[in-house]
């Protein structure tokens, strides 16, 4: 199956200094990426969609300039939270499509394990 | 902003017995899919079901999917220990997947 990996697992930084948080598709081409975040005890939100070689289209609420992602090629997706605070501590999560997903197969994205982010 | 809600937050059973989870959602969706989560790791894929389905088995999975209530419903049978996870609902519209609460499983050996 498609594997997602994300990298580090886990960070503890402290408050405003940045952080980068790697997504990798492993053994497909990813044309979309997505970014989650999720609070303990609660659903995933989804943060931004991204596009291999063009900007990421944010959701509403979710900084651009705070959250830079950047997805430079179709096996690579970074998010960067710029001046971490300890309310941005959280779970974030990725995950990446095949190319078949554009032609209606939702089903074909696949999370990575997530990056727990700890900011004292 | 979340579009499901799940029903209920948090079911304990014994083992072998049955767990349903329901879930409820607002706008239209092409989909829902079911995902798992053990607790502080990425999510797991379990099952879709499309608009035009009513009913999907998948080993010891059943969803059920009923668009004229905007609700969908996952059974798990005999449960196992190992089944003890968070599990949401994921509505897909057009590329977009939008998560439910989610249900917090605990099956107790």
């Known amino acids: 199956g498609a594997v997602v990996s994300q990298h580090p697992s886990r960070v503890i930084c402290k408050s405003g200094t940045s952080v980068k948080i790697e997504c990798r598709s492993l053994?497909?081409?990813?044309?979309?990426m997505f970014w989650y975040r999720q609070f303990p005890k609660q659903s995933l939100m989804l943060m931004a969609t991204?596009?291999?070689?063009?900007?990421?289209?944010?959701e509403q609420g979710v900084e651009k300039d705070k959250f830079l992602i950047n997805h430079a090629s179709l096996t690579l997706s970074t998010l960067t939270v710029t001046s971490a605070h300890p309310e941005d501590s959280s779970f974030y999560i990725c995950s990446a499509s095949l190319p078949g997903f554009q032609r209606g197969t939702p089903y074909e994205q696949f999370f990575g394990p997530g990056t727990r982010l700890t900011v004292l | 902003s979340q579009q499901g809600e799940e029903d209920p937050q948090a079911l304990s059973i014994q083992e072998g017995e049955n767990a349903t989870m329901n879930c409820s959602y607002k706008t239209s969706i092409n989909n829902l899919q079911w995902y798992r989560q053990n607790s502080g790791r990425g999510l797991v894929h379990l099952i879709l079901?499309?608009?035009?389905?009513r009913e999907k088995h998948s080993g010891r999975l059943r969803v059920t999917l009923d668009t004229s209530k905007k609700s969908s419903s996952l059974l798990i049978t005999a449960s196992r220990a190992a089944d003890t996870a968070s599990y949401f609902c994921a509505g897909t519209s057009g590329s977009r997947l939008t998560f439910g609460e989610g249900t917090q499983l605990t099956v107790n050996p």
């Open positions: 991204s596009n291999e070689g063009s900007k990421a289209t944010y």
């Open positions: 079901i499309r608009s035009n389905e």
């Open positions: 053994d497909f081409q990813a044309t979309t």
